[in-house]
């Protein structure tokens, strides 16, 4: 049974094997200039982590799907962290979710299909812990084992949460730490320095987002979204163009996994991080070595990063310590006004 490790049956890994932004801004553009349909509160316009329709007056129904190749080889865990992820883009509208449907792609011919039911087992675990039912999906045959779900949650406008809307003096916070993508990368090539070090990651991979859908309606936060495959730099950028602002950010308090220097000295890194990089380079200050391999590094069910006027930090402070992640309560930046690059690093 331990001979079937998952990442070995796939070339790319958790968010890393997202298209790189460059490819996926060609992949989307469009020619044709369509109407926004009026019952649409957020569509593709500000690359924002769900879709939202208004529902009945006002609450909307949101609708996000995710899924990847595994990050890990234990496929319990494989099926817990993809669907905490997937999850994670209704906490980052300020949403609670309702439903969710599982997608799987399986390559029965190289793993046991038993292997698949413990993926699927570790989504059912983690939709019990957003207190909702895995309903139902669809699975195919791939070369590749994939897994994810589309999930639909609500959300009441008064609530609704976007990687637009940050203000000037806006301070930045993240509620989990970065560097999961240069671990599993490390594990996935049999670089991983001590054991305990994934277990740490996984344990933040497979924890829940929920934190977003209760300051949505506790704390005054201008703009949020969550960290996953391009990196906090490529979801920061977003949050900045969306708002049309710069961040200046505080290199030495983003939070990072306290083993992590190790790895980065090494020069320890997933293929999508020199990817994201090559799309934002002109956008952000000049980057050390070390400095852009924890920017751009393609988080997997990472945190969510949150922008609010000073007169509520103390409020998020106290909220991400009643859930947990106490340890990051200080800001990592702040907004400004829109500067020649996009993010500035002091």
Not at 255 to 266: E, H, R, S, T, W
Request: charged content about 20%; proline content about 5%; hydrophobic content about 40%.
């Amino acid at each position: 049974m331990n001979d079937y490790k998952l990442t070995q049956y796939s070339r790319g890994s958790g968010c890393g094997c997202k298209i790189s932004p460059g490819a996926l801004k060609e992949i989307l553009q469009t020619p044709e200039e369509l109407p926004q349909h009026p019952r649409v509160w957020v569509g593709s316009e500000t690359h924002d982590d769900a879709a939202v329709y208004e529902w009945s007056g006002d609450e909307g129904l949101i609708a996000t799907t995710d899924f990847f190749m595994p990050m890990v080889d234990d496929a319990y865990t494989f099926g817990k962290i993809a669907a905490a992820n997937a999850l994670s883009d209704v906490y980052a509208m300020g949403g609670s979710p309702l439903m969710a449907l599982a997608i799987l792609g399986w390559p029965l011919d190289k793993i046991p299909a038993s292997f698949a039911s413990q993926v699927m087992e570790g989504g059912r675990y983690m939709c019990r812990m957003a207190g909702i039912p895995l309903a139902g999906g669809h699975s195919i045959e791939s070369t590749e084992p994939i897994f994810g779900l589309a999930v639909n949650g609500r959300v009441s406008k008064s609530n609704l949460l976007r990687n637009s809307g940050a203000q000037v003096g806006d301070l930045l916070y993240l509620t989990k730490p970065i560097g999961a993508g240069i671990v599993t990368a490390a594990m996935k090539r049999g670089q991983l320095k001590e054991n305990d070090h994934l277990d740490t990651c996984v344990t933040y991979m497979s924890t829940l987002n929920k934190i977003g859908e209760d300051i949505a309606s506790h704390v005054n936060v201008h703009a949020m979204t969550d960290v996953t495959g391009f990196g906090l730099a490529g979801h920061l950028l977003e949050m900045c163009e969306a708002s049309g602002l710069s961040a200046r950010v505080d290199f030495s308090a983003i939070p990072v996994y306290p083993f992590l220097d190790a790895y980065v000295a090494a020069h320890i890194y997933p293929d999508m991080t020199m990817k994201n990089y090559a799309h934002y380079a002109s956008k952000i200050e000049q980057l050390s070595l070390p400095q852009l391999l924890v920017m751009c590094d393609p988080q997997t069910s990472g945190g969510l990063l949150i922008a609010v006027p000073p007169h509520a930090a103390a409020s998020l402070e106290q909220r991400m310590r009643d859930f947990g992640c106490g340890a990051f309560a200080r800001p990592v930046g702040v907004m400004v006004e829109r500067e020649e690059k996009i993010i500035v690093l002091n």
